[in-house]
């Protein structure tokens, strides 16, 4: 695999570099699948595999859902991810600037995409959890407590206007969590956090079951955490710095 200032040199993806936790997880296998890993070989980006059956979420996602969702949403962003980078390459190398910064627009949209959806795959499960150890700890330390921080989340989630995800990320220069609402894909964070857990409220990720009840759709998913998932991001979120 290769490492971090071979990718960011292969691809040119500087804006990636804020948003992505590149030592912690190109290196380690989160819960044993392989979805983190987010370039191939060759620095190109690749779709991995779900870390489920389509069907794994019923009844809270319904699998046609996560069939589009996974194939057409993430999988697009992906490709679309690699046109973007060959054009910023094309641009550089025939020396003409005109374009890059709307291809770099285009990056930072379909990349932040890719790894966002990325994350919210393996952050689901088919079981109700709840945060425990020293994720919990955290939790309280910065929130109060759990149900604070899932008023928090949910409220956060629920108004983002237009398309977007709710987060709860990592920030490792201060040590805290904090709670993000993100636009699109990449507009409202902040610098140096690491995102552990992604609600999307894009309409893609419920409107075919719950038409046009966000709200109903974020209260569900507090179901499905896999908050398991969520300490083995944030265990390696806080080892960064
Ligand atoms: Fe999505």
Redesign the pocket.
Known sequence: MMDRNEFLKTSGMLSVASILPLEGLFATNLTNNRIDKLVDENGHFVLQPLPYSESFLEPYMDAETVHL?YTF??GGATKAANVDVKKIQEAMDSNNFETVDYWTKKLAFHSS?HIL?SI?WTNLTNKQLSPTGNLLKQIEKDFGSYEKLKLYLAQTSKNVDGNGWGILAYQPMTKKLVVLQCENHEKLTQWGCVPILVI?V?E??YYLKYKNKRADFVDTLFKIINWENVADRFNNATKLI
């Open positions: 969702h949403h993430h995409s959806h919210f999307d894009w893609h990720s």
